[in-house]
């Protein structure tokens, strides 16, 4: 018989406390990159009603007002008015940072022009931020090659942003979160169990006043321009027995800030997998591309992408490991759970052939610090809410399947010459 079990993973929105802080971590990156595309920035952020803490450690000759990006974002995210106990302009800003430690920076400090090609030597040269493991995965089950539930679970998250801002649901407050049961049947998505969303909201919407009509209202309008609009290009749709869940304490007025604190980098199952793949531990705003718990989950990232592209594995995880100041990994690994095509160590042996997996090589080839400054210093915080992984609203160079041919042809190269056996 097959094997039927659920999965489950969860998304917040761009209004939730843990993702304010990560989105203000990175709009600082994306400014500092923007003006010195060299800054080593580790910027972390702390919010609580009416409270912004900016601390860290950051290098750079760039010149910016830490409180104005701060109170930019927060504005962009949505909180503007006073009344709900934290707004862009009635909050309290204040900055504690220092420079980066010279022990730290010593194993990464180079110099090195950023729009420069870097010799082989050079980028052997160059180690990693730190020391750490992380993790890339990719799986057939979408058209973005993510886990179904975790994709499903940021549709949502970014429809009910979406619908609050454009006023087609005006009632609706920035703070959020949604979840999605997934039925899996011998590991693959069959149908889908729960829906899960929190939603903050107005006391009242319009004229209603009463708690029970006011939720009534709102799990209709969620299911007609939140939910349906989620699933148009699957197969996997939700059905008369899929559970719909939403705002099951009764109410969700008090949320954001005011109802708790946030910290930078406290999502990082949400900016990654779902939990359906490993994660290393590390997390991924605030921090500029030379620390690898950033770019090499990218870069891992891309060659899994790539793999399952390329029809060599239904499911691939790449792990990555790393020495501070030493340049390439300490080990790589391919896991494919059983449904490579070719052997896994062929799979080890295209990753190491084809893809740049040493910390400069990495920031070489997505162009890691130029791109804040060709996109109008907006590039890190865009992905600082609704995932890093995965993202086909935008144009981002680790979700490029752009070798996925490469390996094929090179995976069909080896078959044809490999000897006979026996």
């Known amino acids: 018989m097959p ?12 209004g939730h406390p843990d993702k304010v802080c990560d989105q203000i971590s990175d709009t600082i990156l994306d400014a500092l990159l923007a003006q010195d595309p060299k800054s080593r920035v580790a910027a972390e952020v702390v919010v609580n009603t009416g409270l912004v803490l900016i601390t860290g450690e ?30 862009a302009n009635s909050c309290s800003v204040l900055v504690a940072l220092d420079e980066q430690s010279a022990d730290i920076a010593q194993g990464v400090d180079q110099a090195q022009e950023t729009r420069t090609k870097l010799s082989e030597e050079q980028l052997d040269a160059i180690g990693a931020g730190d020391q750490g493991l992380m993790f890339g995965f990719a799986c057939n089950e979408t058209p973005e090659l993510m886990p179904m539930p975790i994709s499903l679970a940021h549709r949502m998250s970014r429809r009910l942003a979406a619908v609050r801002k454009t006023g087609q649901l ?12 997934v039925v899996y049947e011998d590991g693959v998505p069959v149908a889908i169990d729960t829906i899960l969303i929190s939603t903050q909201h107005d006391p009242s919407i319009g004229e209603l006043t009463d708690n029970q009509a006011i939720q009534e209202k709102i799990q209709k309008d969620l299911w007609s321009a939140v939910v349906e609009p989620c699933f148009t ?17 009764g109410k969700f007025v008090i949320g954001g800030p005011q109802g708790d604190s946030g910290l930078t ?42 793999i399952v592209a390329a029809g060599l ?4 995880e790449v792990q990555l490991s790393y020495a501070i100041g030493v340049a ?40 890691l610090r130029g791109l804040p400054g060709e996109r109008n210093g907006r590039f ?34 080896a078959a044809a010459t490999a000897p006979a056996i026996g």
């Open 3 to 14: 094997r039927r079990y659920l999965f489950t993973s969860e998304s917040v929105t761009e």
């Open 58 to 87: 950051i290098t750079s000759q760039a010149q910016v007002n830490y409180v104005d990006l701060a109170r930019e974002k927060i504005a962009e995210i949505g909180y503007t008015d006073a009344d709900n106990g934290f707004s």
């Open 170 to 181: 005006p009632y609706l407050r920035p703070d959020g979160k949604t979840q999605v049961t």
């Open 233 to 249: 290009d699957l197969q996997v749709k939700p059905d008369d027995r899929t559970h719909y869940l939403v705002n099951p304490t």
């Open 265 to 306: 980098g406290r999502k990082i199952i949400v900016d990654t997998y779902g939990g359906y793949s490993r994660h290393g531990g590390g997390a991924f705003s605030g921090k500029d591309p030379t620390k690898v718990d950033r770019s090499a989950a990218y870069a891992a990232r891309y060659a899994a992408k790539n």
């Open 313 to 316: 594995a239904d499911k691939c």
């Open 328 to 367: 390439r990994p300490v080990s790589m690994m391919v896991e494919t759970f059983g449904t490579a095509k070719v052997d896994e160590e062929k799979l080890e042996e295209l990753v190491n052939e084809h893809f740049e997996l040493r910390p400069a090589g990495i920031i070489q080839e997505f162009n």
């Open 380 to 413: 890190f915080q865009e992905v600082a809410a609704y995932g890093h992984l995965g993202r086909t609203d935008l144009d981002l160079p680790w979700e490029a399947t752009d070798k996925a041919q490469l390996l094929k042809d090179a995976a069909s190269s």
